[in-house]
């Protein structure tokens, strides 16, 4: 009895060891996630170059089928959310920039939608620079007759002036006029857009969002609305080297 029982966890070892060279843990892929504007919009609002609209992105979420999910931080070394602000009106050679506001390590599994919050951006982005604007030195008197010199003090009466420059982010400029622009509280900030895509080991596995201004501004008035809308594009990369 006494063999049997040393025989049996060593037997026990061997088969987890067994179990553990069959069934190596899985290694991770990248996620990437980017966005640009709809280009049709361009002729639908009649954006031009210098136009602005300011949409601050955050809390990016890829969801598995059973509503667990994984979070989708700005960069590779992240380990804490982010504010994203894009100008989604910003052009180059006459076409929207592409923005890229995920890059994550995520576990080879299968994800059934894409979650993130978006607001019209509340920051104003300051830059002050001090600036010496004059310097007053009273006469210097020394009389080399004396022995040590009698000087008077030099005094310097230095004036500091601020030159502030702001950024007004929450700000709507289309068509080279600048408009009033608001998130009304019957409007949601949460984004939900349903795509199945499964991340691969040692692959990168990118997904292209399209913001739709068309259909996230509303006129009210003199004033615009901002309901964010977005979609997936079909050209995203499901898995890629």
Known sequence: MNNLLKIIPISLLLFIMGCQALFPSPKPGIITVKVTT????LDSLGIIDRDVFFVKINDIRAYRSNEDYAIIYDSLGAYSDADRIINTFKL????????????TWFPPEEFVEIRLSAYISPVVDTTIDTVIAEIETTEVWVDTTQTPWDTINVI???????????TESNVLILGGIRCPLEMPDTASPLVSLPDTFNIQEHDTTQILLIFDPVASLKRKLDTYQFFPTFRVSESSSRSSP
């Open 156 to 166: 310097c009466d230095t004036t500091y002036t601020i030159d502030t420059v702001e």
């Open 38 to 41: 709809e280009p049709s919009a």
């Open 92 to 103: 180059l050679n006459d076409t929207f920039v592409v923005y890229e506001i995920g890059r």
